[in-house]
């Protein structure tokens, strides 16, 4: 029974003790062990081979963890089992125990004679069978055994099968695992098995959000996590919510199918605790007013980082109420009285004043709560602003200038849940002729709970997308540049390239992974290689002088093998920085010089050349006197300052 290696897998009469049981979940973890070695130690050259071998590691180590869960179970000995066969190892019938046994082993081999034990590598190659597991380990995966020829049931006596007949059990194995065989995971054609990701269905679903910016795939790919520049509108939308989940369930199911080694639950953790200690304090980025505004907090009023609803002026040409139908109620996320609100606002709005002076802040300016340490500091704010704050907030806007600084102090670095439920309007609608009364924002303040859930969870989505995109991040830029490389060629050049990749692949899947000496060229004398990977003849080497190198001080002593490669970084980028460094000119004169003293010696001697060689109006420009001697500037001028002309 110890050389059946599968034997759990068999027959229920092999392990019907716990002592054996145990022993072949150890042998299961212990086999699972080495071949995860194995895989690591593997030297794989295609992108889809080194997937393939991480998904198998990462479903051995669910079968491991499955017979770590069992054999814990095991030895916890609940039902005593185990501590019985312990003492019944012992004692005066250990003997007639121990043959007892033998027989039930013997008896099950002459049942099955022709069954087989596969070893672990071919269980690895066929993932996709689905057989119902018997033994100690439910649920691992399982080949199944091939049961005598004849037909089950096989009687005691019965003669063993011939050597073809195992063969032919062993060809029917073969072709069902063939016929089930299934990749480990799959990739679309824009992913390259995991090299980069596939976001065009997603660009179209954020395009067609409303009141986001249209952006094309590219720029998509490098701004898909900068949320900034969304719009609120767009934000509080459901398309907008349905989008960041379906973002946020693509990029974690691609990075687990690029690597399922790496567990995202942690980070993703970290991430929604960071956020939840944000959102709190009103740190969270773009949500700042936690979703009261319809405009992401431009008429906030700053409760604690806690912001207002959209404010509207509602009247008919101007006219109303001094207290109560002067301003429209402020409207929170659901209410509907904000859009006519602004409808008034746009009726009864003033003609903006040409550049007036400096004066003090409207009426229905926000309070920013944080710049006060007091009630009493936020009394200087005045009534009017006071009472526009608490409507916004939809709390009660009456009372005395001090109760109305105690009332909207109270509510600074509180969550909206933990406010006063007596400070809160009633929800008693006063109607005006400009549209709803100041009774309307208490609604919107009682809408507001729905509000902030929604953008709660949206803040949320984005906060978990911002982070898997970072782990992301070089996976991006890969795609990126994929996408700007394809979008350059032609089509004939990527069906070329394709074809090229194609047989890459069929090339390397016919070479021998195992033999690491055919892979390692030979090449003692350091060659460079050539186009097929090998090195190329040393004929070749020296007669391109490539056993020459020669140094370049000017590009940081730089080496260059060969005079070829010398001869062509005089025009590359890395001599001509060294050159205006040394502020020099890169010009043919300065060809083949490689020192830093000879470059800075010979422009010094070009430069005084060229000042020798450049004109000089005292002596070059000629003047002529009255009797026609011609003369130059210096004597001229002479002449005419002695009176001699």
């Not at 179970?73 to 004692?91: I, V």
């Not at 301003?327 to 859009?339: F, R």
């Not at 070749?540 to 001869?567: S, V, W």
Request: with cysteine; charged share 25%; glycine share 10%.
């Amino acid at each position: 029974a110890h050389t059946h290696t599968h034997a759990q897998h068999t027959h229920a009469t092999m392990v019907d003790t716990v002592l054996e049981q145990q022993r072949l979940l150890h042998e299961e973890m212990d086999r699972l062990s080495r071949v995860m070695v194995d895989e690591f130690l593997s030297d794989r050259k295609l992108q889809k081979d080194k997937v393939e071998s991480l998904h198998r590691v990462h479903r051995m180590l669910g079968r491991s963890g499955a017979c770590a869960t069992e054999l814990l179970e095991l030895y916890a000995d609940s039902d005593g089992r185990r501590a019985k066969e312990l003492a019944g190892m012992g004692g005066a019938a250990e003997f007639s125990d121990f043959y007892g046994r033998l027989k039930q082993i013997r008896d099950y081999h002459r049942r099955n004679p022709g069954e087989l034990a596969e070893p672990m590598k071919v269980e690895n190659s066929v993932p996709q069978i689905k057989v119902p597991s018997v033994g100690p380990a439910p649920g691992l995966l399982a080949i199944p055994a091939l049961p005598a020829l004849g037909g089950g049931g096989a009687v005691p006596g019965k003669a063993e099968p011939s050597p073809e007949q195992i063969a032919a059990q062993r060809a029917a194995l073969a072709t069902t695992a063939a016929a089930q065989l299934r990749p480990l995971v799959s990739f679309s054609g824009e992913e390259g098995h995991g090299r980069f990701m596939d976001l065009h269905d997603l660009h179209e679903q954020f395009l067609n959000v409303k009141h986001v910016p249209h952006i094309d795939y590219v720029d998509y790919l490098l701004s898909f996590d900068d949320f900034a520049r969304v719009p609120r509108p767009a934000k509080n939308t459901n398309s907008y919510r349905r989008y960041l989940q379906a973002l946020l369930d693509y990029l974690t199911d691609f990075r687990f199918r690029s690597d399922p080694l790496f567990e995202l639950s942690g980070p993703l953790t970290e991430a929604e605790l960071r956020f939840e200690e944000d959102w709190d304090q009103g740190k969270c980025p773009g949500w700042a007013d936690k979703g009261l505004t319809r405009d992401g907090g431009a008429s906030a009023a700053g409760a604690g980082g806690a912001g207002a609803g959209a404010t509207g002026r509602a009247g008919e040409g101007g006219a109303g109420d001094a207290t109560t139908e002067q301003n429209g109620a402020a409207a929170g996320a659901g209410a509907g009285a904000g859009d006519a609100g602004e409808e008034g606002a746009a009726a009864a709005a003033p003609a903006p004043a040409p550049a007036p002076a400096p004066a003090p802040p409207p009426p229905d300016a926000p309070v920013d709560l944080a710049d006060f340490d007091s009630a009493v500091a936020l009394q200087s704010v005045g009534l009017d602003r006071l009472k526009h704050a608490l409507t916004r907030l939809g709390l009660k806007c009456g009372g005395s200038l001090d109760q109305r600084a105690e009332r909207l102090f109270a509510t600074k670095d509180k969550p909206r849940e933990q406010w006063d439920k007596s400070a809160f309007a009633s929800s008693k609608k006063k109607r005006g002729r400009g549209g709803a009364g100041a009774a309307s924002a208490a609604g919107g303040g009682a809408g507001g709970g729905g509000a902030i859930s929604q953008a709660r969870s949206t803040a949320l989505l984005e906060a978990k997308v911002a982070c898997v995109a970072a782990i992301l991040d070089d996976v991006r830029h890969a795609t990126r540049e994929n996408v700007q490389r394809k979008q350059a060629r032609t089509a004939q050049e990527l069906e070329d390239e394709e074809d090229a990749e194609l047989a890459a692949e069929l090339s390397d899947g016919d070479l021998d992974m195992d033999d690491d000496d055919d892979l390692v060229p030979y090449n003692p004398k350091n060659l460079p290689l050539g186009w097929d990977g090998k090195p190329i003849p040393y004929w070749l080497y020296k007669l391109h002088g490539l056993n020459q190198t020669f140094m370049c001080e000017i590009c940081g002593d730089q080496p260059y093998r060969g005079p070829k490669a010398f001869q062509r970084h005089f025009s590359e980028w890395r001599h001509a920085h060294g050159m205006r460094c040394l502020g020099i000119p890169n010009t043919a004169h300065f060809l083949n010089v490689t020192k830093i003293n000879d470059a800075l010696v010979l422009w010094e001697k070009i430069r005084s050349q060229k000042e020798t060689e450049r004109f000089t109006a005292d002596a070059e420009e000629e003047f002529e006197d009255s009797q026609g001697n011609v003369v130059n500037r210096k004597t001229y001028e002479d002449l005419l300052r002695q009176g001699l002309l």
